[in-house]
């Protein structure tokens, strides 16, 4: 599956995150780009949930971008679902 | 009553650690229009994670004449906060309404019906009508609260740090809620740099019966738990009374004096009712 269209979510205040998503053409799998203010210390947990999600939505040929502002769990993954619903245009509130 | 805007995540993880007795997630009034799915996915979240202490959670969701109400439900009442605030409720019909979609949820996600509360907002001038039904014809419906800001907007009158303009509402809501033995909270105060306004204004609310009153900032709240927490005399004075009543009644007597004054079931009623919001029980 993949985005049928370009989505955001999140903003850039502190402890929320930013994601910003989009398609890409057919085959041509993930693209990843986050960084973070605590990278140093959450990078690769940040990374996995991101993937994990990715994963549980089964969603490849997308780009993806992640600003984060130190977001708990519960945040980065509230943000990335509303970033991947309206990506897949099932909910109000999309960047079109 | 904490405000929480639903779509700030600093906000709500720290809501639990400023005192208040109740934290309200809004997703109604505080959320932009473009943002309702991304804070009703937060809240949820957030429910699910977030170490909020001792307060009760409520969550205020958007109205089911609008296209976020359902959706609201759909999302929180699976998780079975404290209490639904419903804004804007206007009939005892629409009560109903609410209550058989929130039970179909229950039903279909295996959970009670007598758990999770509502609250019932009053902010229209409809709604001032039919208070007393609202209070009292739902089991659930277990608070009543006024909201200041849209009751003035629907009035058409410009609110006034007085509340002139909303004290027959204040009042009328208030006597619907003592008819119906539930708690009933009074509107914010807007202004948050003004404390002695915020003051006066917690004491006029305790004085013709509100047991509560929300907050939109954490600053708001040592002022308003000061207001509604008996004093020390007050609390020795209900002890004496209640003390006193009780070894009374042991002799068969039903009014007597203390201090000259007379002590008659009212008078014990409230100095119980002291004692209940002080947690302190007569040996």
Redesign the interface.
């Known amino acids: 599956m993949k985005p049928k269209i370009a989505a955001q ?2 903003t850039f ?4 995150v930013i994601f910003l998503i989009e398609p890409m053409a057919d085959n041509s799998g993930r693209k990843l780009e986050i960084s973070s203010t605590v990278m140093q210390q959450f990078g690769e947990s940040f990374h996995n949930i991101v993937t994990e999600m990715l994963d549980s939505y089964n969603l490849t040929d997308i780009h993806l971008i992640a600003k984060d502002k130190g ?5 980065i ?3 990335l ?2 970033a991947i ?2 990506s897949m245009d099932q ?3 999309t960047l079109k | 009553m904490l405000y929480i805007p639903g779509n700030n995540p600093a906000m709500i993880q720290q809501g639990g650690v400023y005192g208040a007795d109740s934290i309200l997630l809004d997703l109604e009034d505080a959320v932009a229009l473009n943002q309702k799915d991304a804070a009703r996915v937060l809240v949820r979240n957030m429910i699910k994670s977030v170490n909020f202490y001792d307060a009760e959670v409520c969550v205020r969701i958007n109205h089911l004449s609008t296209p976020f109400g359902l959706a609201d439900l759909e999302e929180i009442v699976p998780l079975q906060p404290s209490a639904i605030r419903y804004p804007k409720t206007e009939s005892p019909e629409e009560v109903a309404e609410l209550l058989k979609i929130i039970e179909r949820i229950e039903d279909k996600h295996r959970l009670p019906h007598n758990k999770m509360t509502l609250h019932a907002m009053i902010e229209t001038a409809m709604g001032v009508q039919n208070v007393f039904n609202i209070a009292s014809m739902f089991s659930r419906v277990d608070a009543i609260t006024i909201g200041g800001q849209d009751l003035t907007a629907d009035m058409n009158i410009i609110y006034t740090p007085d509340g002139v303009g909303i004290d027959f509402a204040r009042k009328r809501i208030v006597m619907a809620a003592k008819a119906s033995h539930i708690d009933v909270i009074d509107t914010i105060f807007p202004d948050v740099n003004d404390e002695e306004g915020l003051r006066r204004e917690t004491e006029y609310a305790k004085k013709i019966g509100f047991t509560g009153k929300a907050v939109i900032n954490p600053r708001q709240i040592d002022i308003i738990h000061d207001v509604f927490t008996p004093t020390d005399e007050e609390i020795r004075k209900a002890y004496h009374i209640v003390k006193e009543f009780q070894t009374n009644t042991a002799a068969g007597i039903g009014v007597f004096a203390i201090d000259g004054k007379m002590v008659d079931a009212p008078v014990v009623a409230r100095a119980e009712y002291i004692l209940k919001l002080a947690n302190v029980t007569v040996a």
């Open positions: 979510s999140g205040e502190s402890s929320d977001a708990l769990e519960p945040t993954k509230a943000r679902e509303t619903k309206r909910q109000e509130g």
